[in-house]
């Protein structure tokens, strides 16, 4: 018997494959998948006195396939951010998946608003699309809203999330939240567009949330919890793609009806680029934070935030990185190592 009909019998019964970023077991109808990653570096603000910093996930999905057409299945997942909140998951759902309808899900999960937006281009290890890292390290003078893309938690609130197959390059869905002591209930909705002309590639999104009653409600790095009548949330994205090169312009806006408290609404934007290069990645990004826009009674608080960054590929699941920016009006310059599973 020749090694490749050796292996598909094994494969048969139960296989283990390794992936570039996936650790993958097969029985029958069922499957088991563990992908993942961990940095360790470290950012030094003003150029004067470096900080460790460390970052991983680990997400784990078991699937069973009911039929050709339907799949069952479980995700956990947990996070270096996860932790950094006092929560023991970053996600913990079930999930029914159908070439007929498209997947439900149901447990402690992003909203679909987030699941189908967009996010900045950026190379480095500094989390900049999910609760970025140097605003862990270096504390700004007033609440900034540091990522674009809209969320309305993950973690504490039970969530059920219905999106649509994708079918002409569009994909929708809506969500519904609530049993949570963060506010009476959520509802999300997103839109995703995709189209592709040649070597051009483009990719739109639309999000929407409102939320009832937030009660201290804290998702950003350094913005303080809400207490409000209500909460409405926008976003708007586009990414683009020519060959190596990656633009993408994105938006937030966040409206708070009789806040209590220190203003933590207003309006957030960025705009970033990337390039690829053999085993080199560049990227260049940039945003501006902008909270109490829509108070009259309080002084707006503006950050600016740049992020150039540089990456090399020592190998399929090894790589290093390199950051430098300004934010918080303090300049840094943040190095480390990635490895990916």
Request: contains cysteine; negative net charge; charged residues 20%.
């Amino acid at each position: 018997m020749s090694w490749t009909n050796k292996i598909a019998t094994v494969c048969a019964f139960g296989c283990i494959s390794f992936g570039a970023n996936a650790l993958e077991y097969h029985t029958g109808n069922n499957s088991f998948k563990l992908t993942g990653y961990g940095t360790a570096g470290m950012i030094n603000p003003d150029i004067e006195s470096p900080l460790f910093i460390g970052d991983w996930r680990a997400r784990g999905q078991y699937t069973n396939s009911l039929s050709e057409n339907t799949k069952l299945g479980l995700v956990y997942a947990l996070d270096q951010a996860a932790l950094d909140k006092g929560n023991f998951s970053r996600e913990a759902f079930g999930f029914i998946q159908s070439k007929s309808f498209g997947r439900i899900e149901f447990g402690f999960t992003d909203s679909i608003a987030r699941k189908l937006g967009l996010g900045l281009p950026d190379v480095g290890g500094l989390r900049i699309n999910d609760r970025p890292l140097y605003n862990e390290k270096i504390h700004a003078d007033g609440p900034i809203i540091a990522d674009t893309t809209l969320t309305s938690g993950r973690s504490k609130s039970l969530r059920i999330n219905a999106a649509s197959n994708v079918q002409n390059g569009i994909q929708y869905g809506l969500s519904v939240a609530g049993l949570t002591d963060d506010y009476d209930w959520a509802i999300d909705a997103g839109l995703k567009i995709r189209k592709s002309s040649g070597k051009l590639k483009t990719a739109y999104s639309v999000g929407a949330s409102f939320m009832s009653h937030p009660d201290n409600f804290d998702t950003e790095v350094y913005t303080p919890g809400v207490t409000a009548d209500w909460r409405s949330q926008l976003s708007l994205a586009m990414n683009m793609q020519y060959n190596s090169w990656i633009w993408a312009i994105t938006a937030r806006a966040i409206y708070d009806q009789d806040p209590i408290g220190t203003v933590s609404d207003g309006i957030v934007v960025g705009t970033g680029v990337s390039y690829d290069l053999l085993r080199y990645t560049v990227s260049l990004t940039y945003m501006i934070s902008d909270t109490g826009v829509w108070q009259n009674d309080v002084a707006d608080f503006i950050d600016h935030t740049v992020v150039a960054s540089f990456r090399y590929k020592y190998s399929e699941n090894l790589d290093g990185w390199i950051s430098s920016g300004l934010t918080a009006k303090t300049p840094f310059i943040s190095a480390g190592m990635r490895i990916t599973f």
